[in-house]
């Protein structure tokens, strides 16, 4: 049984009895502690707050707080209320305020400017994460509580520069492509609501420090194995999902979407509804044939996971598919180890797949920061790096080409 401490509305006014409560709780034992008004977070073992964080409101009224220590020093911090009628309110929100400099940070999201969020239906294992040196600070929202209620959806928010961070509940629009913006208009049901949330601090001395492998750990095992255990989400076999997505890939749609230039290929970057064979509308854009090996679009990664189900399943096409692509991703001229990300093919013919790669041009991504004069022609290290890491998973893990382990070692020397 873990320490539960609860700090119910009316003690909200009551600050010298929360400040005795605070001070009869060692910070080297209970690592959230209740303060004027509001919570601080301890390194465990030293007394070095890490966070404080207040108690939130909704509609005036201050939530009852919960706290529960659980293993591995984890606790779950609730924030509860039990309304009377509906409150519109448009956000409920508890913010928490780092008490250090961080020098290293992650969510599951960009948050570049104010009113921009990770919202919940970007929530891909959703958490807060600073550090400092050895020092770490993190924050899971509750996954059994996201979602519940479509009307009050969950978010995140993080600001390096202020050193605050929120986890909560408001409206939200996409105003454009995955940028998620607050949205007033939420409106509270009657009866029970509740935020919670998981934090721990914690000391790792290792160089470099793995600042996810905590909470990594706690997102499986609370969530993670028990779903892969019953088979959630999805109730077919998988292999239903894999054959499909191929047979449209490599056999329906293959003159859209596969290029090949004698013992090399690869998917194209980009295919969509237009260029169906049944769409009967001009396609949508006239962009050039490309494949990429890029750091989100990259050909070779697809490839590995062909390359896995072709071993699995004893499919000979797919199978050649995938080390047509590998051999495309060695086929990059290598600049002294540094090497192109993008290959613009030429020479497709109007009725098969068919480039020539002695008429094809390599560059390099467009996502270039082409107001700092950096256009495709310089080289992409990020690219790069990431194309090297997928050879040497595959030399590990797929077959022993030794290559890729040549194409890689090049790269790291350069």
């Known amino acids: 049984m873990g320490l539960h401490l609860v700090l119910h509305p009316m003690f909200h006014k009551l ?6 409560a605070a001070s009869l709780l060692d910070p080297a034992a209970a690592q959230v502690v209740p303060g004027a008004g ?19 409101t909704i509609g005036g009224q201050p939530a009852s707080v919960n706290v529960q220590s659980l293993p591995n020093d984890w606790f779950r911090v609730a924030c509860s209320w039990n309304l009377a009628a509906p409150v519109a309110q448009d956000e409920v929100s508890v913010e928490i305020s780092l008490q250090f400099a961080p020098d290293r940070h992650w969510m599951p999201h960009l948050t570049p400017i104010q009113g921009v969020i990770a919202a919940q ?27 519940q209620d479509p009307e009050e959806p969950w978010f995140l928010d993080y600001d390096a520069q202020l050193g605050k961070c929120w986890i909560g509940m408001s409206n939200y629009d996409t105003p454009a492509h995955v940028i998620f913006t607050k949205a007033p208009g939420m409106v509270l049901d009657a009866g029970p609501v509740e935020i919670a949330f998981f934090v721990k601090t914690w000391v790792d001395p290792s160089r470099p420090g793995n600042k996810f492998r905590e909470v990594s750990r706690f997102l499986w095992e609370r969530w993670g194995h028990p779903n892969f255990a019953a088979g959630k989400p ?14 449209w890939a490599f056999r329906r749609w293959e003159r859209q979407v596969w290029l090949e230039g004698g013992d090399v290929g690869a998917a194209r970057l980009i295919t969509d509804y237009s260029e169906s064979p049944t769409a009967g509308i001009p396609p949508l854009t006239d962009r050039p044939d490309t494949i990429w090996n890029q750091a989100w679009y990259c050909s070779l990664r697809s490839a590995s996971g062909m390359f896995r189900y072709a071993k699995d399943t004893g499919d000979a096409d797919l199978f050649e598919r995938a080390l047509q692509t590998k051999r495309l991703a060695l086929a990059a001229p290598n600049d002294d180890g540094i090497f192109p990300s993008v290959l613009f093919v030429g020479g497709v013919p109007a009725v098969d797949n068919q480039f020539d790669l002695a ?4 560059t390099n991504s467009d996502r270039s920061p082409l107001e700092l004069g950096i256009t495709p022609d310089w080289y992409h290290v990020v690219d790069a790096s990431n194309t090297a890491l997928w050879m040497l998973r595959w030399y590990n893990e797929l077959e022993g080409d030794k290559a890729l382990a040549g194409y890689v070692r090049r790269y790291v020397k350069w």
């Open 234 to 247: 999805h109730t077919n076999a998988m292999h239903e999902y894999v054959d499909t997505a191929y047979d």
């Open 359 to 362: 008429q094809s041009r390599w």
């Open 15 to 20: 600050l010298p009895t929360v400040a005795l």
């Open 121 to 147: 239906r970007i929530f891909r294992s959703p958490a807060i994460i600073s550090g400092s040196g050895d020092k770490f600070f993190a924050a899971i929202p509750d996954l059994d509580l996201v979602g």
């Open 38 to 56: 509001g919570f601080s977070v301890f390194l465990p073992g030293s007394g070095n707050e890490l966070a404080q964080f207040p108690i939130p």
